[in-house]
């Protein structure tokens, strides 16, 4: 990050305060500095501190000046009807487990799930309405009456309700009826639909593209907080790497990396960053270790029959295992 420094110190007192923080400089005019900060070592906050003690910090090449005066580890609070305390997401503090549905279907028995879920220690129940299928010729989803569907039989368990608002047409009625809107993988860069949920308040799930680079991620998420939303949850969700005996490489460093530099909860799906639920223990174990501020799983009471994402779906009973072991 190359900061522009005015400053009212002599030169040669700033000149010896950067040798001294190790920090790349070059003099542009008397008083007037370019220093470049390296954030694998910096956090920005910090840098920004120590350079305003010498003067005014006047130009900051970072797209994402608002994420980067993020302070410490943020907490996202979830209201859900009918719950007297808010669902917490927070890195290093107890982790939030989603688990639901790839996508709703009214012939699967929710009702059931969300209390086997709920029972299990399950805080938010997840379910697609709306579905970004790769072909058109795929199940598009029940569409967004989903959305009143999910909310209702997730409140009646006092869970809290998470499905994908695949357009700008699908966020009214999202922000009706769930309590947190997802930002699916392909649509992490659709900026008119960041804008708009930015503008709701709304918590919001933000799903990494599985091309998008972490800087590319992280101002996806500056595209909420410039219109004022900082209820952001960021999800790892598996990027496309050399890897082809799995669906896609799930980058825990690169969610650590996100975690420590901005401080904004991550989570883990390792449902989709492996489309193999025979690993899917071992990768929520291992997320979980990471101080991850949760995961989210699919699960199905009969994934043969599940309309999309069969073959990652874990059948109830596996998640109940899964959740005996790893659930605290
Ligand atoms: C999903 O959560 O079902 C989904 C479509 O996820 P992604 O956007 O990560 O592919
Ligand atoms: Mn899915």
């Not at 501190?49 to 010498?54: A, K, P």
């Not at 029972?119 to 072909?135: E, F, I, M, W, Y």
């Not at 909420?224 to 960021?234: F, H, M, V, W, Y």
């Not at 996100?258 to 883990?268: A, D, K, N, S, T």
Request: hydrophobic share 40%; with cysteine.
């Amino acid at each position: 990050m190359v900061i522009r420094l005015h400053s009212n110190v002599s030169d040669a007192t700033a000149k010896d305060r950067f040798v001294a923080l190790g920090l790349e400089h070059s003099s542009v005019a008397a008083g007037l500095w370019e220093v470049n900060a390296d954030l694998s070592i910096w956090k920005p906050k910090q840098i920004l501190e120590q350079l305003s003690q010498l003067g005014e910090v006047s130009k900051i090449s970072s797209k994402t000046p608002l994420l980067d005066a993020l302070d410490g580890q943020q907490a996202v609070k979830v209201a859900v009807p009918g719950r007297s305390s808010p669902i917490l997401f927070q890195n290093f503090s107890n982790p939030v487990w989603i688990a639901g549905p790839c996508s709703l279907d009214p012939s699967n028995p929710l009702k059931e799930t969300a209390k086997t879920l709920k029972d299990a220690g399950v805080q938010v129940l997840r379910g697609g309405a709306v579905k970004p299928r790769t072909s058109p010729h795929e199940f598009q989803g029940m569409g967004r009456e989903g959305y009143q569907l999910l909310s209702s039989v997730a409140h009646e368990n006092g869970l809290a309700a998470i499905s994908e608002a695949l357009s700008e047409d699908d966020v009214s009625e999202a922000i009706e009826f769930l309590d947190i809107i997802q930002i699916g993988a392909r649509n992490m860069q659709n900026f008119a639909l960041l804008k708009k949920l930015g503008r709701s308040g709304k918590p919001v799930l933000l799903k990494r593209n599985a091309g998008a680079s972490l800087k590319e991620w992280a101002a996806a998420a500056e595209y909420l907080l410039a219109e004022g939303n900082k209820n952001i949850i960021l999800c790892e969700r598996g990027v496309r790497g050399l890897e082809r005996e799995l669906r896609y490489t799930l980058d825990l460093a690169g969610a650590a990396f996100m975690q420590h530099r901005y401080g904004l909860p991550v989570i883990i799906d390792p449902s989709h960053a492996t489309g193999t639920k025979q690993i899917l223990e071992a990768c929520t174990a291992g997320s979980l270790a990471m101080g991850f501020a949760g995961v989210m799983l699919e699960t199905h009471p009969k994934p043969t029959e599940a309309r999309s994402d069969a073959l990652q779906a874990l059948t109830t009973d596996r998640f109940l295992e899964i959740a005996k072991k790893l659930l605290k």
